[in-house]
């Protein structure tokens, strides 16, 4: 670059490191303000829709507790409360996904497989297991050690490099 005249280097942008490049296109520049604004969107989309979820499931707590008998939920009752509960826990998880992608620009792989086993865990607290064939039942069970294994492979693998930021550890609430 030491060829360079006054009015080539006035186009370059010093890098932090020193080191020179040329500014963004403006197709760059619109991209990134596009993935930002979409990000932003659904940041905001995925609050309102915890928000109304979380109405939702305490308005439903409260017309369980409420009707009569008074404080007594039979099991069905209790199973769907729960599921709701978990959806609610997966929708912050999910939150958290898009808010470190805003933040970092990356998705954490150990975010999303928490999200998965979440979901999972949802899904086998309101299972009826009458209602499925036990291949299916397998499947599950087979989803859910693959999904566990996973994550404890990528912990173990983050706490050999010295990142240990996992999904309720890395929110910044």
């Known amino acids: 670059m030491g060829n360079e005249t006054g009015t080539e280097k006035d186009h370059l942008v010093t890098r932090p490191d020193g080191s020179h490049s040329r500014p963004a ?15 932003m969107g659904l940041i905001i989309l995925m609050a309102v829709v915890l928000l109304l979820a979380t109405i939702e499931l305490g308005r439903q707590v409260l017309l369980a507790v409420i009707e009569p008998p008074w ?22 998880e999910l939150l958290d996904t898009i808010k470190v992608y805003f933040n970092e620009r990356v998705v954490h792989v150990e975010v999303v497989l928490l999200v998965a086993m979440i979901a999972v865990a949802r899904k086998v607290i309101v299972l009826e297991p009458d209602e499925y064939d036990p291949m299916t039942l397998v499947g599950i ?20 490099h010295g990142s240990t930021k996992t999904g309720s550890e890395s929110k910044s609430r």
Do not use: C, H, P, W
């Open 25 to 39: 296109s403006f197709i760059q520049r619109a991209a990134k303000n596009s993935e930002r604004l979409i990000v």
């Open 71 to 92: 404080f007594v939920l039979d099991l069905d009752k209790l199973l769907d409360l729960f599921g709701v509960f978990m959806l609610v826990l997966i929708g912050i």
């Open 141 to 160: 069970a087979l989803l859910v050690v693959t999904l566990a294994v996973g994550y404890y492979m990528i912990k173990r693998a983050a706490d050999k």
